[in-house]
């Protein structure tokens, strides 16, 4: 293998955003262990596979974009595809391993999972022309940005699929037993069309066909999880819109909104 001269200033900006993904995997490992969120076992494993493939996703990235003044269409192809080769193996190792990851959970899931992953890479499209300096710390915020928005997914699938409103229970999480809830945050602001509730009414139209009894009344929760300032007015748009279509469904028996972040 030939010798690739380094780029300390590169690294060091590198070293700083590998630092923020670090953190947030922390952040949400200690999610994954609370007992109050009673996270099952399927639940936990597809955030931890996931924080795993995607580490060699970011240590691929780094190297491409070493000595690059800046970043091209060819290096955000390139990163783009790479996160694809990683989708196929993740599914691998859930098709190969039934035991640990339910495959009935991992259905629902890879359902709803998709529109995070085409918001990812859309994002990625924004780091062409950036300097390197700048661009490996903005992909690496995108990929902590997906990270967050698939444990806010875990929590309210598994959540859904552990109460007594569905038609068939496939999770041990029985922290939610006759409540959804759907959760507004800056993944799905960033993903819906602008002034929107796009991604929110996707997810509760699948579960209301595809999970939820029919026979069975329930509660809403709305929790706003977002927090960006240039979300605000996009943020109470949705939190909005969201509550009066709830309320019209008349299997809901009323709907709420809750700010953990405030």
Known sequence: ???????????????????????SKAFILNELIKPTNGLSE??????????????DWLAYSEHLMLNKVSIGKEEICSIQFALDSIAIAIHRTFDENPDVFEPKFIKHWSHIHRQSLTTLK???????????????????ECLVAHLN????????????????IVLN????????????????EDG???????????????RYNY????????????TVEIRDYSTGAENTNTRDYVCKELMAYLKAQPQINSVDIVSPQE
Do not use: W
């Open 1 to 23: 293998m030939s010798f690739v001269r380094n780029n300390i200033r590169y690294r060091s900006a590198a070293s700083k955003a590998m630092e923020g993904y670090y953190n």
């Open 42 to 55: 399927t639940a936990k494993e597809v955030c931890l596979l996931l924080f795993n493939k995607h580490a």
């Open 122 to 140: 859309a994002s990625l499209d924004d780091a062409e022309n950036m300097a390197q300096l700048i661009a490996f710390p903005y992909a690496t």
């Open 149 to 164: 928005t698939t444990l806010f997914e875990l929590y309210e699938l598994d959540c859904l699929l552990g109460s007594d």
């Open 169 to 184: 229970k496939i999770s041990t999480n029985y922290t939610q037993p006759d409540k959804l809830i759907l959760f507004v």
């Open 188 to 202: 799905s602001l960033s993903s819906g069309p602008c002034m929107g509730i796009g991604p929110e009414l996707d």
């Open 207 to 218: 579960y209301m066909e595809n999970l939820i009894d029919p026979d069975k009344e329930f």
